[in-house]
């Protein structure tokens, strides 16, 4: 995580900068690398901007950049904007940035918002009470950089804080406000004014004033999940925790004390908590803007996701990933595997038999279907690369808010050739259960022997179009060729990019299609290789 932001003569970064262009509408990017600097050039009808780029951020699956413009003023600026483009890996390509969440098309490229007041709180180390203004705060407190999120999660699952020294933690909030505005308006830095004035003004000073030049380092650091480490250094045998430990507040579960996989949880929730854009529905049949929305769609809610779960008490993000390195893929593809299922038996130690988990799995010890994460932890997330990503809000496929809320029903992932009427019933006989099949033809149609992801298709909210693209895709379903070709012209060009892949995968070979040009370009080039398939006779 250390690499998440990183100054560009300290790193190495794949993208390459080779005069390469780049086409969404009528605008052009160009990317240039000159004397050893990175160059990005918008060219618009409203003429060229030259940006210096400064930055480069993630580095997993793709790679972001930061820059600042270049002009007779360069020097001056001191805001880096985020740029307009990202180079993903698994197709060593160029894609516009914004096309990494769930936006509709866009008409041109422009450079985006500022660094320091959209990246700057996740991608990087800040102080706890940074963190926690908006807890201490309260439901009224506005959004900005660093806010933990708590907002998102049911009430019974929110921390609570409780203040212990008012008169101290103003003093402390007043001091990390003056360290980013030595020019603090006096109204901002009067600590005897109510507490929550000074929260107000501290969260008011972040959003505006917190900078680069205010990190101690660059990148997710040791004490963004430890917190404030002094003591550990003096005397490194001392254990570092993730409990709030402070003589002005404490923050804690309205159950009480939190068990340690709580605490870990918690703290990786304080980044992995996003609904990204302004993409309005999630899982479970919500929308983002619900007092209580549901679980996330796309990559980076998975702690947010985890904490909405049945097991989060007990636990923890570090049972299955590893925060200090890149996750390994032949261990993570190992947990989803009946070996893996040892992780959940540390609990559930009743399934720990072959008739018992035979029978609670209602699938053949050692096949897929008896690995829990199949059931529990779907793959039904929009992931960085054009694949699914597990779902994180540990819950079963027969949950009625998944059945009645959801498309697909959770089981066509694995099981593709199934109707909806099929997997229904199956699921009703093996685990007692009954489904409205009048709530089923809502999200359907009138008739429940069609095909489930058929339907989705036909059907679906995005991010659940989505999830039957890559699942036809994965499955390398032939037939439904025709289903995907359309979707090349999703409205949402993230869904585009899944529709490609998918179908790719399926063929075997790459598409000559460039879903970043417009809708016409693309049912064009869709329509020639669609006519040239055709013609060259059956596969």
Not at 290 to 309: H, I, W, Y
Request: charged residues 25%.
């Amino acid at each position: 995580m250390h690499r998440m932001t990183r100054q560009l003569d300290e790193t190495q970064i794949r993208a390459p900068f080779d005069g390469a262009q780049f086409r969404l509408g009528r605008d052009t990017a160009f990317v240039e690398q000159q004397g050893g600097e990175r160059f990005l050039e918008l060219a618009s009808a409203q003429g060229s901007r030259r940006y210096r780029v400064t930055k480069v951020i993630g580095g997993r699956h793709r790679e972001d950049f930061v820059g600042l413009e270049v002009g007779p003023r360069e020097a001056e600026q001191e805001r880096e904007q985020v740029l307009p483009l990202s180079f993903v890996f698994s197709t060593s390509s160029w894609r516009y940035k914004g096309y990494s969440v769930m936006l509709p098309e866009r008409p041109g490229l422009r450079a985006g918002p500022v660094w320091a007041a959209t990246c700057i709180g996740c991608h990087n180390t800040l102080p706890y009470l940074t963190l926690a203004y908006d807890d201490l705060l309260g439901p009224g407190a506005a959004a900005y950089q660093g806010s933990v999120h708590d907002r998102l999660l049911p009430p019974e699952r929110q921390w609570l804080p409780r203040v212990k020294d008012a008169d101290g933690l103003a003093h402390a909030v007043v001091g990390e406000s003056q360290h980013l505005d030595r020019q603090l308006p006096a109204a901002l830095a009067d600590e005897s004014a109510p507490l929550e004035r000074v929260l107000a003004g501290a969260i008011e000073t972040t959003r505006h004033k917190l900078g680069a030049e205010h990190l101690l380092e660059l990148g997710v650091g040791c004490e963004s999940c430890h917190g404030g480490a002094r003591e550990h250094t003096r005397a490194p045998a001392l254990a570092l925790s993730f409990a709030v430990q402070s003589p002005l507040f404490e923050i804690e579960p309205r159950s009480g004390a939190p068990t340690r996989a709580e605490q870990i949880n918690r703290t990786c929730a304080h980044c992995h908590s996003v609904l990204l854009s302004s993409y309005p529905w999630t899982w479970e049949g919500g929308r983002r803007r619900d007092a209580v929305p549901g679980g996330s769609t796309t990559n980076s809610g998975e702690g947010r996701d985890f904490l909405l779960g049945a097991c989060s008490a007990q636990l923890s993000c570090t049972s299955c990933h590893d925060p200090h390195a890149e996750d390994r893929a032949d261990q993570l593809a190992q947990l989803a595997t009946p070996a893996g299922n040892d992780v959940c038996l540390g609990c559930h130690q009743q399934y720990g038999s072959d008739a018992a988990l035979a029978q609670h799995s209602h699938h053949a010890v050692g096949s897929t279907g008896s690995a829990c994460v199949a059931c529990h932890l779907p793959r039904k997330n929009m992931g960085l690369d054009y694949r699914l990503t597990r779902y994180h809000r540990i819950g079963s496929p027969t949950d009625k808010e998944r059945v009645l809320g959801d498309r697909p029903l959770e089981c066509a992932l694995c099981h593709a050739d199934q109707s909806v009427e099929a997997l229904t019933a199956q699921m009703e006989r093996w685990w007692n259960e009954s489904y409205s099949r009048e709530a089923l033809r809502q999200l359907y149609g009138r008739d429940l022997q069609a095909n489930v992801l058929v339907r989705t298709l036909e059907r679906g909210k995005p991010h659940e179009q989505a999830v039957a693209i890559a699942t036809l895709g994965d499955q390398r379903v032939q037939s439904a060729l025709p289903l995907l070709v359309p979707q090349l012209m999703h409205e949402y060009p993230l869904v585009r990019f899944y529709a490609k892949a998918a179908i790719e995968r399926i063929t075997e070979q790459p598409l000559p299609v460039d879903v970043n040009r417009s809708l016409p370009e693309i049912r064009a080039q869709a329509r020639d290789w669609s006519a040239a398939r055709a013609s060259s006779g059956p596969r």
